[in-house]
């Protein structure tokens, strides 16, 4: 469904969603946590970097950027230690 789901690691995984967001219009390849804030990175099959507030409230994480990073799908995302950068790998179309 496209969806971002973060789940409450303390809780019963099964029954405590903290967020559900509509993230990208293809396939989500993966997350990545900021190591020093609540920043979170998706990327996916639409190409697209999306970096989102995960400090904020439930089901209401605004969407901080956005960009174009490959000419095809985007296969994984990484900060940095210091949460400065995001290192992208994808594939070509």
Do not use: M, Q
């Amino acid at each position: 469904d496209r969806a971002l789901r973060v789940w409450d690691a303390a809780s019963d995984l099964s029954s405590f969603l903290v967020e559900k967001l509509d993230a990208h219009s293809g396939d989500i390849l993966s997350v990545a946590f900021s190591p020093h804030d609540a920043r979170l990175a998706t990327v996916g099959c639409d190409s697209a970097v999306r970096v989102w507030d995960g400090a904020s409230s439930i089901l209401t994480s605004p969407l901080l950027e956005k960009f174009d990073a490959h000419a095809g799908s985007i296969r994984s995302a990484a900060f940095s230690p210091d949460g400065a950068r995001i290192t992208t790998v994808g594939n070509y179309a």
